[in-house]
């Protein structure tokens, strides 16, 4: 079993990723963003995206009820939907979903963002969460049934209200109900990079035990995205392959190990 | 089992609709429009609707790619989570499905509409089409697992193309599949009035005879709508009960009979 997180970036390929995945034998569910069409849309309707930064210094999108309004229409409609007519085309039969779908992913309501303005320290309630569990029996009724889910946020909170939360939150709770091997994560950048703005940095792979310390050396959303694959492996995925989603094959290139492998 | 149609009108009591239904004890399938919400997103982006009058006179929107971007954006988005989330907190486990999604309404794209150009005759051909069947087994998977589907535009063509079509045939072919005995199509009116401007006008019943009729005696959106009840007789559905969709309890008076009951 293949999770396959195809990024937001407005620069992944997502015509190839497809056009891929139609060749593979292995049982695969999509994971998706959309942010650079979410924060376009936002930017059309006039109203831009706010970020947060906590006090620890993880950054997120302030997710007011516009702001989850505005990533149905981007994350659950338009993009997934082209997705899943791209599917369609090359055979596959998908089936998109978001947590909310038969609370395919439930999850918990975050109390509030510890955030300095200014010099003062608040705290930020907003619909944005963490992601507790997928319902498996439906995905299970879904994939042995020959549908491919296709999956977005918004999630269901413990009240059934729409959440935001990280695809790769999203990503480790369904790689744990699904006892996924491999993740690959296809983004707008040839894999991990030693310095973001190099990209002749790649680092080629990284062993488990170094996730740690890689942590320390990112920041804002990028600490994230490390603290979500530390969890991957603690769960008992094999391996992870962050790799270019912008080439002619993206699966086809992570798959060969093109990219940042972790194992 | 009942197929309920929720009008995309801006008035529409959604919260009212979903409430009702979560005190019915029978099976039940939603279909939604949201045509209020599409014109409004088309305008905000700059991009609004053109309409097409066919020369015998039915009238449809110009369903151009970027139109079935801001459906999907509006439809299958926005309207479709927020109904679906509505409906998990009131205890019911909707999943939300365009046609496309698990190839849920396959049709068959139109070849042109016949329009006139001053009047110059012309043919327009756009991203909309008739919808030809359902997907049986993947809707009866979902209801005998306890879900409930809650269905939108855009469908999907032979060519495994994302099209628009009207709803109205989207409850045709769904009402086929599923022997559906009722159909409650709630509007943003009292139901069929004899004069469109006059609520007073209400017309309780209509005999399926006088159907055909009723056709000739509208114009533009309305014909269709009447065309499409006629087939719904043809192919075996019990009563149709056109409704007010704005008032408190929306269902619960429809299935009282409040309104036009076509029997």
Do not use: W
Request: with cysteine; hydrophobic share 40%.
């Amino acid at each position: 079993m293949i999770i396959v997180k195809i990024g937001g970036g407005k620069e992944i390929n997502i015509a190839g990723i497809i056009s891929d995945l139609a060749g593979i034998d292995e049982q695969y569910v999509i994971v998706h963003g959309a942010n650079a069409l979410r924060d376009k849309l936002a930017e059309d309707l006039g109203q831009p995206k706010q970020v947060l930064t906590s006090v620890k210094g993880y950054s997120s999108v302030y997710s007011d009820e516009k702001l989850i309004d505005v990533m149905m229409m981007s994350y659950a409609g338009l993009r997934n939907k082209r997705i899943v007519e791209l599917c369609q085309r090359h055979g596959i039969n998908a089936v998109g979903f978001t947590g909310l779908d038969g609370k395919m992913v439930r999850g918990k309501r975050n109390k509030g963002i510890r955030v300095y303005q200014g010099k003062k320290l608040k705290i930020v309630r907003d619909f944005s969460g963490k992601p507790q569990s997928v319902n498996s029996p439906l995905l299970h009724l879904l994939l042995d049934n020959g549908y491919v889910p296709v999956l977005t946020v918004p999630i269901i909170d413990e009240h059934n209200t729409a959440i935001n939360t990280e695809n790769d939150d999203v990503v480790r709770v369904l790689q744990k109900a699904l006892k996924a091997d491999t993740v690959l994560n296809l983004i707008e950048a040839a894999g991990f990079l030693e310095n973001k703005d190099d990209p002749a940095s790649l680092i080629k792979s990284i062993p488990v035990s170094e996730l740690e310390a890689r942590e320390r050396q990112v920041e804002g959303r990028m600490k994230r995205k490390m603290l979500a694959l530390k969890k991957l492996f603690e769960q008992g995925a094999g391996r992870i392959i962050i790799s270019d989603g912008r080439t002619d094959h993206p699966v086809i290139g992570a798959l060969a190990g093109k990219g940042t492998v972790i194992a």
